[in-house]
Nanobody, 121 residues
Framework: QVQLQESGPGLVKPSQTVSLTCTVS??????????WNWARQPPGKGLEWMGA???????WYSPSLQSRTSISRDTSTNQFTLRLSSVTPEDTAVYYC?????????????WGQGTQVTVSS
């Protein structure tokens, strides 16, 4: 059973960088064919895909967020991390990590429970 768990600071001030970590259990993040995604859902809005890191370490980013987003991984701890810089209140959302065993398709096999990030001074 694959499980994902997000962790992060909860409250961030404008202009800061927020770092969120997804801890994966049940499968190695280097397992061939797996892609590890970050998505978010602002209040009252739909789900927005932010980016992904593949089993080989390659990354993909949403064009609208690419300049502020970085995804990395730590294979020793089976975690992958999202960094979003220069945050504004518009970045307030529930942030999710999710797995996709078919590619970067926008459809997900497993999700974390989500972590709330609020950007406020």
């Amino acid at each position: 059973q694959v499980q994902l768990q997000e962790s992060g600071p909860g409250l961030v001030k404008p202009s800061q960088t927020v770092s969120l970590t997804c801890t994966v259990s049940g499968v190695s993040i280097t397992t061939n064919g797996y892609y590890w995604n970050w998505a978010r859902q602002p209040p009252g809005k739909g789900l927005e895909w932010m980016g992904a890191i593949g089993y080989g370490g390659s990354t993909w980013y949403s064009p609208s967020l690419q300049s502020r987003t970085s995804i990395s991984r730590d294979t020793s701890t089976n975690q992958f991390t999202l960094r979003l810089s220069s945050v504004t209140p518009e970045d307030t959302a529930v942030y999710y990590c999710a797995s996709d065993s078919r590619g970067v398709t926008g459809t997900y096999d497993y999700w974390g429970q989500g972590t709330q990030v609020t950007v406020s001074s």
